[in-house]
């Protein structure tokens, strides 16, 4: 487990006013040694680095940084987010749950190894090792689902409670290895930037990396994830300029003409 991390509180600083009217500030020398890399709650970083074989998410709330600068921000921020981030665990449950037995809850995929807050949206981490191609498109057919019920279903009652809240979640999704800082407490890897690129590119909202995704199953379920996709292929600034990538077909076709011509349809 990460270690507990030795905050610095506004009360633990001394101000005091020199004869010349400037300000001293003066903070005790064990709260001064305690300020490094412990702060950062990664316990301990010499520990060798583990993989895991993961399909990383990025959810994003589009227009946050606006909503966080209307008037008042300390009424309406923490209700936007405690409701935000409780509903969104919840849809992640949801979305994973196969039926409920007598002790147990029977999943059909495994819950998000790790999640991290990031200001404006949440990382999730699927551990996608030891399950099936079919349920790794799963996972991208849920957390699109979980983008489609914030507009229909949490969007108008959230309107209800705090003002103007970011209409859209965005979502960007890619498969790779991620290796783990410290004791776990943060994790790296080339999928978790290349989500991150994804969740708005070229005017979309949601989108997946082609790499590592098997979508030529002749299968119903696949046939069926495949009308809902369109593969292109497009420049990804900092990662490549001939990277594949699905986008929904719906959210194609609404584009303007100048955005469609940055997607190199591949069908």
């Known amino acids: 487990m990460p270690e507990k991390i030795t ?46 074989e993961a399909m990383a998410a990025i959810f994003d709330l589009a227009g946050f940084t606006n909503f966080c600068k209307q008037i008042e921000p300390h009424l309406s921020v923490p209700t936007f987010l405690n ?62 689902n979980i983008c489609i019920h914030y507009r229909t279903r949490f969007y108008p009652k ?3 409670i705090v003002s103007e809240p970011p209409a859209i979640l965005r979502c960007g999704l890619a498969r790779g ?23 708005k590119i070229n005017g979309t909202s949601f989108a997946f990396n082609r790499r590592g995704m098997n979508l030529e199953e002749d299968n119903e379920p696949t046939r069926k994830f495949n009308d809902i996709f369109l593969i292109a292929e497009v420049d990804i600034r900092g990662i490549g300029e001939h990277e594949l990538v699905a986008i929904l077909r719906s959210e194609y076709k609404d584009l303007s003409p100048e955005n469609q011509s940055l997607f190199r349809l591949l069908e």
């Open 83 to 144: 409701s935000f981030l409780t509903w969104l665990f919840d849809e992640i449950k949801s979305e994973m749950r196969n039926k409920d037995e007598e002790d147990n809850v029977k999943l059909w995929c495994p819950l998000p190894f790790y999640t991290k807050f990031m200001g404006d949206g949440l990382l999730v981490l699927w551990d996608v090792s030891s399950i099936s191609e079919m349920n790794r498109r799963n996972i991208i057919i849920s957390c699109r």
């Open 158 to 160: 959230l309107r209800k």
């Open 177 to 199: 290895t991620v290796f783990s800082v410290g004791n776990g407490g943060d994790y790296v890897g080339s999928c978790i930037n290349m989500a991150a690129r994804l969740q």
């Open 7 to 52: 905050s610095i509180k506004k009360e633990d600083y001394n101000y005091q006013k020199n004869n010349n009217g400037s300000i001293v500030v003066k903070l005790s020398k064990s709260k001064f040694n305690s300020f490094g890399p412990g702060n950062l709650g990664l316990g301990d970083l010499q520990i060798e680095s583990n993989s895991t």
